[in-house]
């Protein structure tokens, strides 16, 4: 056990008195150690002024122990220790532990600071290794594009993997994995053309077989999948030859280009083998080490880290940089979410130079992508959001949701003779504003119970058996198709008559070739719901990054992530 350890044991056993009276025999068994290993941890701390210690000569005879330094200290300074051994596991333990305390958060954040940014590395043949660190506040649990759910994967994968098109920082789109494409006359039939020559991070050559695979597997897949609906109205994927593919729509579909440029569409390797199949069968959680054609590979990932380093035959130009280091900060580190946890982890970007960071002011800039929080009512569901005065009186609390003094305004309740009971489903990261929501609300005259689960349980049955639905609404240069995604699966819990009416305006999107015609039926669309109190917006919040001016070359992708493979540091 270490010193710290020992220390920390030593305040949750004795920490509630200023001073102490005990043999060392106590101390020697409170330490599970010898009299000689207590006298000299005894004789450490004493050095280090952690402790006091009056000592008594004779058997039996009682001497004086003092505390000098608060716990969440030593244990700041342990976690810092560990943290500099990448030993990762043991700080997000004192984290967990110590969470709460202002001392830990304030030792952490200076952590970050040095940690993060630009660093120059020896690698083993002595060679010059530029290496940039980034800390995230949230745990990647899957690289796998099908698998995928949070914004942190999203940014992970978006430097992993390729499409076959992609979206430039305008919102055009652009050749990619293919380097030109044909469409028939009638808009079913898409035929694209890959370059020659791309590889995969082990070696493989891309082929046509590959992008028959990615499709096919995202079709037999259960996941309910962001664009699912697109995805769906593949009707055949073909490998014309090698570098040819041929997709077939059921019926025309204007968001099958743009859905082709997202993290879902993303190409992976087909097995050749039947040892790889046999792997990929067993792989049901995602790749481990997932591999991609992306500027970037995957060289290390576990609960903390997540290693990428440049690919050096990317077809589009090597990264700047040699290596990408990923922390996973341990605030959110915990593999355990449970609902008595708040994980409210936003995501943001912190490009640092510490060479040059001595008087320089920091920066914060926005792609321009917001997150867009969004409450909907399950009318599907047999209960009191059916009746359309509980949903006006609903809307009526959230509009005037906070007077001058922060109290919610009551001043009109229901008549009911007792509180309507209403379950609210989310997923973790929101459950903080789920309970304030659910607190707003109680004072105008409904119980309700916060509901949380995984995301995959949240898409299923989770949303469908609960009244409200708090989730979120990402507004980047994918917007249009992730507003079609949203209304169509949020029309899957209202009523008949409500489901059918965003139906046939979602037709009408699909099939209109003009994008500022899509736009006005989206927009139809978000006004319906909001006049049957049906849709809520609760917040909007922008995703930002924080950087020095020394930092070179950043720029975004259209997903307002930053573009690993652009920085570089003078």
Avoid at 11 to 34: S, V, W
Avoid at 172 to 201: M, N, Q
Avoid at 509 to 530: K, N, Y
Wanted: hydrophobic letters at 40%; proline letters at 4%.
């Amino acid at each position: 056990m270490k010193l710290h350890q020992q220390y920390l044991l030593l305040h949750r056993h004795y920490g509630h008195q200023t001073e102490h009276e005990l043999t060392l025999a106590d101390l020697a068994e409170l330490l599970n150690c010898t009299h000689r290993n207590t006298l000299t941890i005894v004789k450490k701390m004493v050095a280090h002024d952690w402790i006091s210690w009056v000592s008594q000569r004779g058997r039996g005879r009682r001497s004086s122990l003092t505390l000098l330094v608060p716990a969440d200290q030593i244990a700041a300074e342990y976690m810092m220790q560990a943290m500099n051994r990448r030993e990762l596991q043991e700080a997000a333990e004192q984290v967990s532990a110590f969470s709460s305390s202002t001392i830990m958060q304030d030792h952490l954040n200076q952590w970050l600071l040095g940690y993060s940014g630009h660093h120059t590395e020896a690698g083993t043949n002595n060679e010059q290794i530029d290496t940039l660190r980034l800390p995230l506040r949230q745990q990647l649990h899957a690289l796998d594009p099908l698998y995928i759910n949070l914004l942190a994967e999203s940014f992970v994968t978006s430097h992993v993997f390729d499409g076959v098109v992609q979206r430039g920082e305008q919102g055009e789109i652009l050749p990619c994995l293919a380097h030109t494409w044909d469409v028939s006359t009638d808009r079913k039939t898409w035929i694209f053309y890959l370059r020659k020559g791309i590889t995969f991070h082990d070696g493989q050559l891309l082929t046509a077989h590959d992008i028959v695979h990615t499709f096919e597997r995202l079709q037999s897949t259960d996941l309910r999948t962001l664009y699912r609906d697109v995805s769906k109205q593949i009707l055949s994927i073909e490998a014309v030859d090698s570098l040819t593919v041929c997709f077939q729509l059921k019926d025309p579909h204007e968001l099958f280009l743009s859905f082709l440029t997202t993290s879902r569409a993303a190409i992976v390797p087909s097995p050749r083998t039947n040892e790889h199949k046999m792997k990929h069968a067993r792989d049901v959680h995602g790749m481990q080490k997932p591999v991609g054609t992306g500027p970037f590979k995957v060289t290390a990932w576990d609960d903390h880290l997540c290693r990428l380093e440049a690919f050096s035959s990317y077809f589009q130009g090597r990264a700047h940089m040699d290596r990408v280091d990923i922390l996973q900060i341990p605030w959110s580190a915990s593999a355990k979410m449970d609902d008595s946890q708040d994980i409210e982890t936003p995501f943001f970007h912190l490009v640092h130079n510490p060479s040059s960071s001595a008087g320089a002011d920091w920066t914060q800039i926005s792609a321009g992508v917001m997150v867009h929080k969004l409450l909907t009512c399950n009318t599907q569901k047999t209960g009191p959001l059916n009746d359309p005065e509980v949903r006006a009186h609903l809307q009526s609390c959230l509009a005037k949701m906070y007077r001058d003094d922060g109290r919610a305004d009551d001043s009109k309740r229901l008549t009911s003779a007792s509180p309507i009971s209403l379950h609210i489903a989310t997923i973790p990261q929101y459950r903080r504003d789920a309970q304030h929501l659910a607190f707003i609300l109680e004072q105008c005259g409904f119980s309700c119970t916060v509901r949380t689960a995984t995301m995959e349980q949240f898409k299923g049955n989770l949303r469908l058996e609960s009244d409200l639905i708090l989730f979120s609404l990402i507004r980047d240069r994918d917007e249009e198709l992730r507003r079609y995604d949203l209304y169509s699966t949020l029309s899957e819990h209202l009523e008949d008559s409500a489901r059918i009416t965003i139906h046939e305006i979602l037709q009408t999107i699909v099939a209109s070739p003009i994008a500022a015609d899509r736009t006005c039926e989206l927009d139809r669309i978000e006004q319906f719901l909001v006049d049957q109190n049906l849709l809520f917006h609760l917040s909007e919040k922008p995703v930002e990054t924080a950087y020095l001016p020394s930092v070179r070359g950043l720029s975004f992708n259209s997903q307002g992530w930053v573009n690993l493979r652009h920085i570089w540091f003078p």
